[in-house]
């Protein structure tokens, strides 16, 4: 597998109003019930994302370790989840919906995440800060379907394939966002301190 050629494999969208909502979709060679087990089962979500406790069904909330924390607001298997997404305090309102649907014998996979984003930090970091964490999310779901090993996070930036993936991410972000209308000063900036933030220099 081609890391670097899986940024390609994603379309990538802003919406930016009063919430901003990142949205991913790509295919994956694999089907819609293998999909879903890999995103919904505790055991194979800390194989390719991070280890989660929790009452894993609709109604019932969720702990990602060291991050993440909310309810399962719905969940209509193999199909479609959605939760709420808090980290921090005062995280204010964030959703996290993916819906899932077969596509040439494979699966469409469709994430969309909605937030409340203070106007300072948005300034500073735009759509990259929540869009990178999304693509480092979906390449390791799409080693995980392959039978491939997990990324280390801690030291993939530091590889040069690692960098490749984390600035072409970042400016794939800064299209994104110069397509939803962001000033072109302000989308270079973003990225600069995306970039600097996912992958800062030895």
Not at 127 to 134: F, K, S, Y
Not at 184 to 200: G, I, K, L, N, W
Request: hydrophobic letters at 35%; glycine letters at 12%.
């Amino acid at each position: 597998m081609d890391i670097v050629d899986e940024l390609n494999r994603a379309h990538r969208e802003l919406l930016d109003g009063k919430r901003k909502t990142v949205a991913l979709r790509r295919r994956y060679d694999a089907g819609v019930e293998d999909v879903w087990d890999a995103c919904t089962d505790a055991d194979r979500l800390s194989r390719w994302f991070m280890p989660v406790s929790g009452d894993l069904r609709q109604g019932g909330t969720y702990q990602l370790e060291g991050n993440a924390h909310g309810e399962i607001l719905l969940c209509e298997p193999p199909r479609r989840i959605r939760v709420t997404w808090l980290f921090g305090e005062n995280p204010g309102f964030s959703e996290v919906e993916v819906t899932l649907s077969a596509e040439d014998g494979g699966t469409l996979f469709e994430l969309r995440h909605t937030a409340e984003v203070p106007e300072e930090f948005w300034s500073r970091y735009g759509p990259g800060a929540t869009g990178v964490g999304w693509d480092l999310a979906l390449l390791g779901l799409a080693l995980h379907l392959a039978g491939g090993e997990k990324v280390d996070e801690s030291t993939f930036h530091e590889t040069d394939e690692g960098r490749r993936y984390i600035t072409g991410s970042s400016r794939a972000w800064g299209d994104a966002h110069r397509a939803a209308g962001g000033p072109a000063d302000e989308v270079e900036a973003t990225v600069s301190a995306v970039t600097a933030f996912y992958a800062p220099e030895s």
